[in-house]
């Protein structure tokens, strides 16, 4: 069965500094990797996914992600972190069998300081 | 296109009630699941359907039910509801082409169990 960890279950970063979310992964077989954002009292967004191909993937607002399988890591990063991108971040991982079910880690919430 | 559509947005129920919580999407999607969150918990899935007339068991199925008599609509119900209830719950869609496809949520429910 696929597991997603999520380290720092807070994270706090001022206006302009790099952000770095982490996420480690389980999985037996290839995975395929999911970022999603959830702003207040709304549901999900994908931000990113890897799938297979290129193990660095880009996605909205200019974050990004690389897919580091000898470390079993899809850390999510942002060169310059903005107020609007105060939110919960979440990592996933997708079961390939019926349903392609998406495994969700706990979260990390993200905090942006003027 | 209002894609994913939950009703109701807030509700509180007494211990014993029972409710159905609605899903309906607009995409044609064959793919549809339902997921409570929890405060630093994630999302834990609690039943998902492949297509009209298919429905399976998530992580966390007792004490709901689910249908999927249209492609549309997927609703939830709780029987008997008990105060572990008490959660936000989230439908999501996608599209069962196309490989792993990205999923669409909706605004969630959030239900308080007294």
């Known amino acids: 069965a696929q597991s997603v960890t999520q380290l720092g279950s807070h994270v706090s970063v001022s206006e302009g500094a790099l952000v770095l979310l982490r996420c480690n992964y389980s999985s037996s077989v290839p995975p395929y990797l999911f970022w999603y954002v959830q702003y207040p009292n709304q549901g999900l967004q994908l931000l990113l996914k890897?799938?297979?191909?290129?193990?660095l993937v880009k996605g909205i607002n200019g974050f990004e992600a690389e897919f580091k399988k000898s470390e079993t890591s899809f850390h999510l990063t942002k060169p310059s972190a903005h107020m609007s991108d105060a939110a919960e971040y979440f990592c996933?991982?997708?079961?390939?069998?019926?349903?392609?079910?998406?495994?969700f880690g706990t979260g990390t919430q993200l905090k942006v300081e003027l | 296109n209002a894609g994913v559509t939950q009703t109701p947005k807030f509700r509180i129920l007494k211990i014993g009630q029972s409710m159905t919580l609605q899903c309906t999407q607009d995409?044609?999607?064959?793919?549809m699941y339902w997921y409570r969150q929890d405060p630093g918990m994630g999302l834990k899935l609690i039943y998902y359907s492949v297509g009209a007339g298919i429905t399976d068991k998530g992580e966390v199925p007792n004490g709901y039910n689910v249908s999927r008599s249209t492609t549309e609509d997927f609703p939830l119900r709780l029987e008997l509801a008990a105060p572990s209830q008490t959660s936000v719950y989230f439908c999501?869609?996608?599209?069962?082409?196309?490989?792993?496809?990205?999923?669409?949520f909706g605004e969630g429910s959030r239900l308080t169990v007294l």
């Open positions: 890897y799938t297979t191909g290129a193990t």
């Open positions: 996933a991982v997708s079961d390939t069998g019926g349903g392609n079910k998406l495994t």
């Open positions: 995409m044609n999607h064959n793919y």
């Open positions: 999501a869609s996608r599209s069962g082409t196309g490989g792993i496809g990205e999923l669409f």
